[in-house]
Nanobody
Framework: QVQLVESGGGLVQPGGSLRLSCAVSGFALDGYAIGWFRQAPGKERERVSCISSGDGSITYADSVKGRFTFSRDNAKNTVYLQMNNLKPEDTGVYYC?????????????????WGQGTQVTVSA
């Protein structure tokens, strides 16, 4: 059974940092696409970062480029999202998601398995 569990959210001041973790079980990270998504109140969910199942390339939303870093530890079956220089507009529930479909572009991946989410609040 595929399971994803996020952790690491919290309240942080603008300019601060957080590292989110997503522990996965039921599958090995290799060969899976993994995405980090977020949803702010009243807004649509957006993809923040993704690692492609096709070539392992990592992409970021323009709004987080240079501030967020996606990484993974295959031995621990865990992926991370390091978030630096956080801004109030980064506030939201952050989810990790996975899919076994092989695709070069994350836009082509349906992300069928989701975690429960972790709240990130950036506020003074």
């Amino acid at each position: 059974q595929v399971q994803l569990v996020e952790s690491g959210g919290g309240l942080v001041q603008p300019g601060g940092s957080l590292r989110l973790s997503c522990a996965v079980s039921g599958f090995a990270l290799d060969g899976y696409a993994i995405g980090w998504f977020r949803q702010a109140p009243g807004k649509e969910r957006e993809r923040v970062s993704c690692i492609s199942s096709g070539d392992g390339s990592i992409t970021y939303a323009d709004s987080v480029k240079g501030r967020f870093t996606f990484s993974r530890d295959n031995a621990k079956n865990t992926v991370y999202l390091q978030m630096n220089n956080l801004k109030p507009e980064d506030t939201g529930v952050y989810y990790c998601a996975a899919d076994s479909i092989i695709a070069m572009k994350c836009d082509d991946i349906p992300f069928s398995a989701w975690g429960q989410g972790t709240q990130v609040t950036v506020s003074a």
